[in-house]
């Protein structure tokens, strides 16, 4: 059993910067694949980033590539989402989630789910 933790989350101005952080405890936090999923107002909740258990390989969403960052430390038993150049349309609640074989970038595949942090983007 794994407990995640997510924090970071607030408002901001379109165009700004937000990082998200999710912290881990229970189980070796390395044995475990992140994903950063979130889910807007009336919609599907969607994949936005996922990580490797080393932190070798990683995926970005179309939607989100070029402007966040995913990253971990496995030594703080943290992953991390990076946020720039944010738009209205990113506005969600960003949920961690922990897989323990590998990235998945469907909801029905994690192991583990955080609360959710409340991102809000202005315009």
């Known amino acids: 059993q794994v407990q995640l933790v997510e924090s970071g989350g607030g408002l901001v101005q379109a165009g700004g910067s937000l990082r998200l952080s999710c912290a881990a405890s229970?189980?070796?936090?390395?044995?475990?694949?992140m994903t950063w999923f979130r889910q807007a107002p009336g919609k599907e909740r969607e994949v936005v980033v996922g990580i490797s258990k080393s932190g070798s390989s990683t995926y970005y969403a179309d939607s989100v590539k070029g402007r966040f960052t995913i990253s971990r430390d496995n030594v703080k038993n943290t992953v991390y989402l990076q946020m720039n150049s944010l738009k209205p349309a990113d506005t969600a609640v960003y949920y961690c989630?922990?897989?323990?074989?590998?990235?998945?970038?469907?909801?029905?595949?994690?192991?583990?789910w955080g609360k959710g942090t409340l991102v809000t983007v202005s315009s």
């Open positions: 229970g189980r070796t936090f390395s044995r475990y694949a």
């Open positions: 989630a922990a897989n323990e074989l590998s990235i998945i970038t469907t909801p029905r595949g994690m192991d583990y």
